[in-house]
Nanobody, 122 residues
């Protein structure tokens, strides 16, 4: 089993930055591809980014490409989402997730964190 706990969410002004963290517990963290998803009120859960096992390959949704960066530190069992140039449409609950194989589909992830709220003000 893998347990995931997100942190780092909060209130930020439009144009500002936040860095989300996802701490993992369990065995063989480096064997899992990690993804970030978000869900705004009234909307379906949306793919944000994923990162391969070694961290050498990443993939982003068009809506965040160029502004967000996903990274991982396997020595710390932690995955990060650096969010820059935040916009009002980025406001959502952000979830990290783990899968044995990388995917942009939420259905392919077997482990999920509890989520962390990101609020963007202007």
């Amino acid at each position: 089993q893998v347990q995931l706990v997100e942190s780092g969410g909060g209130l930020v002004q439009a144009g500002g930055s936040l860095r989300l963290s996802c701490a993992a517990s369990g065995r063989t963290f480096s064997n899992y591809a990690m993804g970030w998803f978000r869900q705004a009120p009234g909307k379906e859960r949306e793919f944000v980014a994923y990162i391969m096992w070694s961290g050498g390959s990443t993939y982003y949704a068009d809506s965040v490409k160029g502004r967000f960066t996903i990274s991982r530190d396997n020595a710390k069992n932690t995955v990060y989402l650096q969010m820059n140039s935040l916009k009002s449409e980025d406001a959502a609950v952000y979830y990290c997730a783990a899968a044995r194989w990388p995917s942009a589909s939420a259905n392919d992830y077997g482990y999920w964190g509890q989520g962390t709220q990101v609020t963007v003000s202007s």
